[in-house]
């Protein structure tokens, strides 16, 4: 059964300390209309700024998950996200009077405690769910034993596998079937934990401002002495000694679950795959990842997800040899015989590179004057080309590409290897090496049969189709 959207019934708060900065806060939680998605909305600040909790706003990972924009940022957002996905809740306005929400005891509860209370109502359109077809895997390369994959699965599961190299905490491992069933009960409460090796250095950071032994479970990870208990008593403005706990916990904090920290990282997962935008049905596998790994993974679901959605916009037969044929692409692109001089997009990843090809045949009209006898692709020519297929991977880094253009403005670095003759096929790779305000840079290489004829760097700039410039040529 399809399932509907999902706001809050009405206004509820709750309020406290945000963990890394320390600063009294209150948040809002306010019912949404259809589509709305996640937005935190900045009411401390002019203008009353909005952030969409969206992979496009995060602005840093070093210790959370924080979302910004020019105008402002909100950090930590992954518990109070999670309390949101595990909730089910699609659209709602999260108000803010500070730049990080409250940490309360270190879980999701206390959000999830307020959400609860406010209810929900569900919303005359069904959710648009994230559906995994295809293997979806994130590899750290740095050599930590990172690891996520996603399968295909009927209904969002996470099975977690947590054992790192610090001996204070051994290998932990979770799985959650159901997050209708479980997350409230199993995992929502699962508090947030450090290393006791780490509390000093974080501290130094300029972090933690907010953390003490209430809303965090510090892990035993080395010796100390009594001193050093003595400064960490002052360090957290505790009125009565730390101690050391049996269970390797500071001040000996009973565990919630034997599997605690494991069940709080998949928390934090939680939190940020909702940053997709859309509900997951996929089965996460994870080992030992963090928000690092978290946010890779989700870049790479989401642009799976765009691709697909790019193909099915366009593309009507159905191929896993190419991705667009030339009827899609005179969906996209202005250009026509005999200046369209694409004729398939092999590949495409969205935001990162394209592969074009384009057939050389003797019909061409430019070989008639172009060393006749002896006929050869100008130059020019194939760098239109190039630019061509690099406008498909621009045209659709934007909404609505079919209502834009892509102005050519410059070509850098051009060079021409082999001359290219009818008969051959150009394969075109294109990688996009900037973008900002519909203004992007991309590296440019051609091939034939294996063989480097050409490569430049392009920069060309998308604009409205009922707009006219008078600088930059068409492409």
């Keep these: 059964m399809l399932k509907q959207q999902r706001t809050v019934q009405k206004r509820v708060s709750c309020s406290g300390i945000g963990l890394h900065t320390g600063n009294r806060t209150t948040v809002t939680f306010n019912p949404a209309p259809i589509n ?152 929502a409460p699962a508090r947030t934990f450090g290393f006791l090796s780490e509390v000093e250095k974080l501290r130094e950071q300029g972090l933690i401002k907010g953390g003490n032994l209430d809303n965090a479970l510090v892990i035993i990870d080395k010796h100390i002495n009594q001193k050093e208990l003595e400064y960490l008593q002052n360090l957290f403005g505790l009125k009565d000694p730390v101690t050391f706990g049996k269970n390797g916990i500071l001040n000996g904090t009973p565990l919630r679950f034997p599997d605690e920290f494991c069940r709080h990282k998949t928390l934090d997962l939680i939190g940020d795959l909702g940053l997709l935008g859309a509900p997951i049905k996929g089965h996460i596998l994870a080992v030992n990842s963090g928000h690092a790994a978290n946010i890779e993974l989700v870049k790479k679901i989401r642009k799976v997800y765009q691709k697909r959605e790019i193909k099915s916009k366009y593309q009507q037969i159905k191929s896993k040899d190419f991705f667009l044929d030339i009827n899609a692409i005179q969906k996209i692109m202005p250009h026509r015989y005999p200046f369209l001089l694409v004729d398939r997009i092999i590949d495409l990843i969205p935001g990162e590179r394209v592969i074009g090809l384009k057939n050389v045949t003797i019909n061409e009209q430019f070989f008639d004057g172009h060393f006749p006898g002896q006929p050869v692709m100008p130059a020019v020519l194939q760098i239109e080309a190039m630019a061509q297929v690099g406008g498909v991977l621009m045209l659709n880094t934007v909404s609505n590409p079919e209502d834009k253009l892509v102005y050519f403005m410059s070509i850098d670095k051009a060079k021409f290897r082999k001359p290219v003759i009818p008969g051959d096929q150009i394969r075109f790779e294109l990688e996009m090496l900037q973008f900002r305000r519909n203004a992007c840079r991309m590296q440019g290489k051609a091939f034939v049969d294996g063989d480097l004829v050409a490569e430049a760097e392009l920069t060309a700039i998308v604009v409205d189709r009922n707009k006219r410039r008078r600088t930059g040529a068409n492409s």
């Design 36 to 187: 709305t998605g996640i937005k935190f909305v900045r009411v401390d600040l002019p203008g009353c700024p909005e952030i969409p909790a969206d992979i496009g706003h995060v602005v840093d990972i070093s210790r959370g998950t924080t979302l910004g924009t020019s105008e402002a940022e909100v950090h930590t957002v992954e518990h109070l996200i999670a309390a949101l996905v595990g909730l089910e809740i699609d659209n709602v306005i999260v108000e803010i009077d500070s730049n990080e929400p409250p940490v309360g005891d270190g879980s999701a509860m206390h959000f999830v405690k307020a959400l609860t209370k406010a209810g929900f109502v569900d919303q005359n359109s069904p959710r648009d769910y994230l559906v995994v077809e295809e293997m979806i895997r994130y590899d750290d390369i740095k050599g930590k034993g990172i690891e996520l994959v996603v399968l295909p699965s009927d209904e969002f599961m996470i099975t977690f596998m947590s054992h790192p190299k610090r001996s204070a905490v051994g290998a932990q491992y979770t799985v959650m079937f159901s997050l209708e069933d479980e997350f409230v009960h199993e995992y």
